[in-house]
């Protein structure tokens, strides 16, 4: 094989690998996607937690563990990378959004029917899936695997409540920036003492995160009633240790029309190549190049 076409195989290599994930989309959150904790009628914290992204209530007006100034952190509530929104323009048009969002979702269809405790179902691949009412929908572990599609995406139909137990935990491997995790709650959701959970919960009631509950990737958004945390993290900047390689707290992998109606998957696309392989790509080219400069 001649230096040239050595080069240009690299190159394609590496951009089969890599490029096509950098595909993004818009997040079918719309303005709700800005925001890591939003109510319908109020906020409450008992210190201290942690947040990344903005934190709203509308058509509500309370909130209280933190400051409602915007871009002010307190010692009892820190909000990194977003700003407090008490009944604002901008928590109204989030708002709006959700309810949006959860519409949508509701017409993805019920796909595959799962056990009331997920934990039962161990690791699922991405899809639609209906989980039915129960006393507690998760008593250990589920995983969430992607294949190797950066932008898989989950989404559960939740018949009644999301209830964790304490110290459940849900996984999400083998996907990229651009995965999505939404858990539709036509009621209300409760996160067990110390659950380690990942994705969006869209609920049309109330969410209560219990003591040390965390939220690693993802967001509360509750379409009318109360978000509830005692001493929570919620992040909708999520690091590759959270299985979604700096997804946007798991927003992605579904699409939908400007007017609305039913999301459609993205296309697959590979989850970024490791370092390692650049650095074999980036180490190869150089071999190429003084290929070139002994063949001058």
């Known amino acids: 094989m001649n230096i040239k076409r050595l080069s240009m195989l690299t190159l394609a290599v590496l951009g089969t690998l890599y490029g096509s994930s950098q595909a993004g989309a818009a997040s079918i959150l719309g303005m709700a996607d800005s925001f890591a904790v939003l109510a319908g009628s109020e906020v409450t914290n008992i210190p201290t937690s942690t947040v990344v992204g903005n934190v709203g209530v509308w058509a509500g007006t309370a909130i209280s563990g933190f400051t409602s100034s915007p871009g002010v952190a307190v010692s009892d509530l820190q909000v990194t990378g977003g700003l407090v929104h008490a009944t604002t323009t901008v928590a109204q048009s989030a708002q709006g959004a959700l309810t949006n969002a959860i519409t949508s ?45 950066a932008n898989a995406a989950w989404v559960f139909l939740m018949d ?17 920036s651009g995965a999505g995790v939404f858990w539709d709650v036509r009621s209300s959701a409760t996160l067990g003492t110390s659950t380690s959970f990942q994705g969006n919960i869209l609920a049309d009631q109330s969410i209560t995160l219990n003591t040390g509950a965390t939220i690693g990737c993802g967001r509360a958004l509750a379409s009318v009633a109360a978000v509830t945390m005692h001493t929570n993290t919620i992040g909708i900047g999520c690091g590759a240790d959270t299985g979604g390689e700096g997804s946007n707290g798991f927003s992605g992998g579904l699409t939908v029309s400007e007017g609305g109606g039913t999301p459609t998957f993205l296309p697959s696309a590979p989850v970024p190549v490791p370092a390692a392989l650049w650095l074999f790509g980036s180490g190869l080219l150089g071999l190429v190049g003084v290929a070139r400069r002994k063949k001058a």
Not at 160 to 176: A, C, E, F, P, Q
């Open 105 to 149: 979702l509701g017409l993805m269809g019920t796909g595959t029917l799962l056990a009331a405790d997920l934990t039962l179902a161990g690791t699922l691949s991405p899809g639609v899936y209906t989980v039915p009412s129960g006393t507690t929908n998760l008593s250990g572990a589920l995983t969430l695997d992607g294949g190797g599609n």
């Open 160 to 176: 009644s409540d999301l209830i964790t137990s304490t110290g459940s935990v849900v996984n999400v491997i083998n996907t990229g």
